[in-house]
């Protein structure tokens, strides 16, 4: 089942194509050219490690390690371009101006910060941190699309695991019925 994801731009979209709904094992790339493969995503241990390859050289771009009881770790390249951070210091809490909603805010570069919020018309929005009324577009964030991928997959991964838990609870708190005929 294939899945899209439009991240900037309203006017020209840049929409990302899932091939498969599942993030642990799923190749991305734009809609409007789906062979040509921009990163692979592979997970060995699923809900431990996961890999993002670079679709062209196919070496790691990132992996993340979910961990229980220490953080999260995020680590971009390999070799000596590595660079490894944990993920609540690299995708911070961020509350936002009405304090009713919180979102994680991500520095991209000096002056442009984002932040993703759960949203009910988009699910995950990705809005500038000074204008939080309207999800941004602007062809800067090309350059970043890595970090924005990245950053789209940890939350929708925790969104996917509190659904599921949710569910579960509901489930347990249903009482027993039986049904005789």
């Keep these: 089942m294939d899945s899209q ?10 929409s990302l194509l899932f091939s498969s709904s599942s993030l642990d094992n799923t190749d991305i790339s734009f809609s409007n050219d789906p062979r040509r493969i ?3 995503i592979r997970s060995l241990e699923p809900g431990a490690v996961l890999h993002v390859y670079n679709g062209s050289t196919s070496s790691i771009a990132a992996t993340l ?10 680590t971009f390249g390999e070799g000596a371009f590595r660079s ?14 009405d304090n009713n ?6 520095d991209l570069e000096a002056g442009l910060t984002v932040c993703w919020k759960a949203s009910r018309q988009y699910r995950l ?3 500038d941190t000074r204008n939080h009324d309207r999800p941004i577009a602007h062809e800067a964030l ?7 991928l990245v950053s789209f997959l940890i939350l929708e991964r925790k969104l ?4 599921r838990e949710s569910s579960v609870l509901m489930a347990m708190a249903r009482p027993a019925s039986i049904s005789t005929w």
């Excluded at 994801?5 to 840049?14: A, F, G, H, R, S």
């Excluded at 993920?87 to 509350?95: A, C, G, T």
Aim: without cysteine; positive net charge.
């Design 84 to 97: 490894k951070v944990k993920v609540d210091r690299w995708l911070k809490k961020e509350i936002a101006r």
């Design 101 to 106: 909603s919180f979102g994680r805010s991500l």
């Design 65 to 74: 390690k979910e961990r229980v009881l220490l953080p999260d770790t995020i």
């Design 142 to 148: 090309s350059s970043h699309l890595l970090e924005i």
């Design 125 to 127: 929005a990705l809005y």
């Design 38 to 40: 921009l990163y692979t």
């Design 5 to 14: 994801i439009t991240l900037v731009d309203l006017e020209n979209p840049v």
């Design 160 to 163: 996917r695991e509190h659904e």
